[in-house]
């Protein structure tokens, strides 16, 4: 209304061989946007090798690991890291995987 106008830059961090999250992966992220606690549910023919957390500047905050329960059902708690969108990076035997996450708390 006063004539001003915003405008923002993203980065999108280059990412090697990563695919969007395709038909054959099945693949679930709740509770997004998150306060912290997240999990990520592939589905169980997936060999999962690695799950990463990247900011928006492509700088790896994370891994999950360690949490696994069955059925290829992860957890984590991303509640030290500052409000905003996070790529969540699911490599597997087969390929890589991004997806991404809000965090708002």
């Known amino acids: 209304a006063n004539g001003c106008i915003a405008s923002d830059t993203a980065y ?10 395709s038909k054959s992966v099945t693949t679930s992220l709740y509770p997004n946007p998150s306060s912290g606690e997240i999990t990520i549910e592939i589905n169980s023919g997936v060999q999962v090798l ?6 928006v500047l492509g700088t790896k905050v994370g891994t999950i690991q360690g949490s696994k329960t069955a059925k290829n059902k992860f957890h984590s708690d991303l509640s030290t890291l500052n409000n905003g969108v996070y790529f969540v990076r699911i490599k597997t035997a087969e390929s890589t995987y991004l997806t991404k996450v809000t965090l708002n708390k």
């Open 12 to 21: 999108v961090p280059p990412f090697d061989n990563v695919r969007e999250i």
């Open 50 to 55: 690695e799950i990463g957390i990247y900011n």
